[in-house]
């Protein structure tokens, strides 16, 4: 025992200088080894390459310039720079695998992906879109969001794009090519991103983040934590800044369960199809919990200020409700020219319709029409509904007034239906009730918001005309 131990201490320095020799060498050499592990591989198609890379004994490799290309040549991922750490017995043993790399980390590199509708995740080329605005992101330009906005189209070519995608995604189950070919094997990584560009295409909808930070823990024979938070995003939505965390369970059978929540920052409405001249900032927070391709979210949504044609509304709440590309909205309460208004709707991602249906009670006339010389409360029921632009988006409603008065003309009640066309408001079937008479008038309208209501003709139980008012807004003659 005595002469065993005595020969161990003797050859473990031995042992420990050719290990680190070993190391030291391997560590010298790390471009040539990973450049031979990229050409054995087969998780990646295509041809990987770094222009400069290093290591330490401890396999942690950092790396400048690796570019990725695909088998017809095209570009695929583009790093500047970043490192990985690997196992070091698989290097040893010249054994890689797809968990050989355990730490993952990119700077500044500009990232697309495709999610099928199992949210399996593909590797695939810049759009042309990304190429453009890239480096408009990178620089808080303002306006890149606007050239990747999704032009309008008809029901019928958004249902035609549906077909088209779902055919499209048969195709690729079929050939089974793609850039990044898990085919089964397990991943165990410790993903992060700082300050990447990365855009994301799923169901027809194409999405772009500037992701400041990300840190994503990765087992595929277990399960996914992330942590993400993003400045400017943009193409299908519109918005400066997203928080996502939660996790993914794989083992659940038969899809993968996700349990996540999701903050979306000063949300343009307009890049959702709420209308062209809709643009004030919506914020949405939401929980989704379910299996990762169909997924049900529950949250809020917030807008300080909301101005539609005709009508300006402010400090806007209500609960959203999102299941299979459909987003409802209940409870949604505001704010409106002094008076309060209860509303709920829905909105269709895929095809950008929505409706929304609101009552308000107490409007105060004189903050809605400053100077119109309109003085009441109204109460009305409204309706708006779009086909995702303002060309094809119809508000209407009707309302009813408590006592008031016109100018010199007091009235017990003012009551009428109403449609928005663009700023201007149209009114018809208008009456105003007044002690034994009956006004009525088909000349009540709001443009640019200055309201005309005249000439007014006034008459009796009988319907018999008694007279007929008429005010000049500028001369202040009346007849």
Same mark, same amino acid.
């Given at each position: 025992?005595?002469?065993?131990?005595?020969?161990?201490?003797?050859?473990?320095?031995?042992?420990?200088?050719?290990?680190?020799?070993?190391?030291?060498?391997?560590?010298?050499?790390?471009?040539?080894?990973?450049?031979?592990?990229?050409? %054995?591989?087969?998780?990646? +198609?295509?041809?990987?390459?770094?222009? *400069?890379?290093?290591? =330490? &004994?401890?396999? /942690?490799?950092?790396?400048?310039?690796?570019?990725?290309?695909?088998?017809?040549?095209?570009?695929?991922?583009?790093?500047?720079?970043?490192?990985?750490?690997?196992?070091?017995?698989?290097?040893?043993?010249?054994?890689?695998?797809?968990?050989?790399?355990?730490?993952?980390?990119?700077?500044?590199?500009?990232?697309?992906?495709?999610?099928?509708?199992?949210?399996?995740?593909?590797?695939?080329?810049?759009?042309?879109?990304?190429?453009?605005?890239?480096?408009?992101?990178?620089?808080?330009?303002?306006?890149?969001?606007?050239?990747?906005?999704?032009?309008?189209?008809?029901?019928?070519?958004?249902?035609?794009?549906?077909?088209?995608?779902?055919?499209?995604?048969?195709?690729?189950? %079929?050939?089974?090519?793609? +850039?990044?070919?898990?085919?089964?094997? *397990?991943?165990?990584? =410790? &993903?992060?991103? /700082?300050?990447?560009?990365?855009?994301?295409?799923?169901?027809?909808?194409?999405?772009?983040?500037?992701?400041?930070?990300?840190?994503?823990?990765?087992?595929?024979?277990?399960?996914?934590?992330?942590?993400?938070?993003?400045?400017?995003?943009?193409?299908?939505?519109?918005?400066?800044?997203?928080?996502?965390?939660?996790?993914?369970?794989?083992?659940?059978?038969?899809?993968?369960?996700?349990?996540?929540?999701?903050?979306?920052?000063?949300?343009?409405?307009?890049?959702?199809?709420?209308?062209?001249?809709?643009?004030?900032?919506?914020?949405?927070?939401?929980?989704?919990?379910?299996?990762?391709?169909?997924?049900?979210?529950?949250?809020?949504?917030?807008?300080?200020?909301?101005?539609?044609?005709?009508?300006?509304?402010?400090?806007?709440?209500?609960?959203?409700?999102?299941?299979?590309?459909?987003?409802?909205?209940?409870?949604?309460?505001?704010?409106?020219?002094?008076?309060?208004?209860?509303?709920?709707?829905?909105?269709?991602?895929?095809?950008?319709?929505?409706?929304?249906?609101?009552?308000?009670?107490?409007?105060?006339?004189?903050?809605?029409?400053?100077?119109?010389?309109?003085?009441?409360?109204?109460?009305?029921?409204?309706?708006?509904?779009?086909?995702?632009?303002?060309?094809?988006?119809?508000?209407?409603?009707?309302?009813?007034?408590?006592?008031?008065?016109?100018?010199?003309?007091?009235?017990?009640?003012?009551?009428?239906?109403?449609?928005?066309?663009?700023?201007?408001?149209?009114?018809?079937?208008?009456?105003?009730?007044?002690?034994?008479?009956?006004?009525?008038?088909?000349?009540?309208?709001?443009?640019?918001?200055?309201?005309?209501?005249?000439?007014?003709?006034?008459?009796?139980?009988?319907?018999?005309?008694?007279?007929?008012?008429?005010?000049?807004?500028?001369?202040?003659?009346?007849?």
């Amino acid at each position: 025992m005595k002469k065993s131990a005595k020969y161990f201490l003797i050859a473990l320095p031995i042992i420990l200088a050719i290990l680190l020799v070993t190391l030291e060498t391997m560590s010298r050499s790390a471009a040539a080894i990973f450049n031979k592990a990229m050409q %054995e591989q087969t998780l990646l +198609n295509g041809t990987i390459t770094v222009e *400069k890379l290093t290591a =330490n &004994l401890w396999g /942690e490799v950092t790396f400048n310039n690796l570019l990725w290309k695909d088998p017809r040549g095209g570009t695929i991922l583009e790093i500047p720079e970043g490192g990985f750490t690997v196992r070091l017995y698989d290097i040893l043993t010249k054994n890689f695998k797809s968990t050989t790399i355990q730490k993952l980390y990119l700077k500044n590199a500009n990232i697309s992906v495709n999610l099928d509708e199992n949210m399996s995740v593909d590797f695939i080329r810049h759009s042309p879109d990304f190429l453009k605005v890239s480096q408009d992101m990178q620089h808080d330009s303002g306006d890149w969001a606007e050239k990747v906005s999704r032009v309008n189209k008809t029901e019928d070519e958004l249902k035609e794009i549906g077909e088209r995608r779902r055919r499209l995604q048969r195709s690729k189950f %079929e050939t089974g090519w793609k +850039n990044f070919n898990l085919a089964g094997r *397990k991943i165990h990584l =410790n &993903l992060q991103l /700082e300050h990447c560009q990365i855009e994301v295409f799923y169901r027809e909808r194409h999405y772009l983040f500037r992701i400041l930070q990300c840190d994503t823990h990765i087992n595929t024979a277990d399960e996914m934590t992330f942590k993400i938070h993003t400045g400017t995003f943009g193409g299908t939505m519109i918005g400066s800044g997203m928080d996502m965390r939660g996790k993914i369970d794989f083992k659940a059978e038969p899809v993968p369960q996700c349990d996540l929540t999701l903050a979306l920052n000063d949300v343009d409405p307009s890049s959702l199809g709420f209308g062209l001249n809709i643009h004030d900032e919506m914020t949405l927070r939401a929980r989704f919990i379910g299996a990762v391709n169909q997924p049900v979210g529950k949250g809020t949504v917030q807008l300080d200020e909301l101005h539609i044609p005709g009508i300006d509304f402010e400090n806007v709440e209500g609960e959203i409700h999102y299941e299979d590309a459909a987003l409802n909205f209940k409870n949604v309460t505001a704010e409106v020219y002094g008076g309060k208004l209860a509303a709920y709707g829905d909105y269709n991602i895929d095809t950008r319709y929505y409706n929304i249906y609101g009552h308000g009670e107490k409007l105060k006339t004189y903050a809605a029409l400053p100077n119109s010389h309109l003085h009441c409360s109204v109460d009305l029921d409204l309706s708006i509904n779009s086909k995702g632009n303002a060309r094809e988006t119809v508000t209407g409603g009707e309302f009813i007034s408590g006592k008031g008065r016109y100018s010199f003309l007091f009235f017990d009640s003012l009551s009428g239906k109403f449609d928005t066309e663009y700023q201007n408001i149209n009114f018809y079937d208008v009456e105003i009730n007044l002690s034994g008479y009956k006004i009525a008038t088909d000349a009540l309208s709001i443009v640019d918001g200055k309201l005309t209501l005249s000439p007014i003709k006034i008459t009796d139980e009988n319907g018999e005309l008694v007279g007929t008012y008429v005010r000049d807004w500028w001369r202040g003659k009346r007849e």
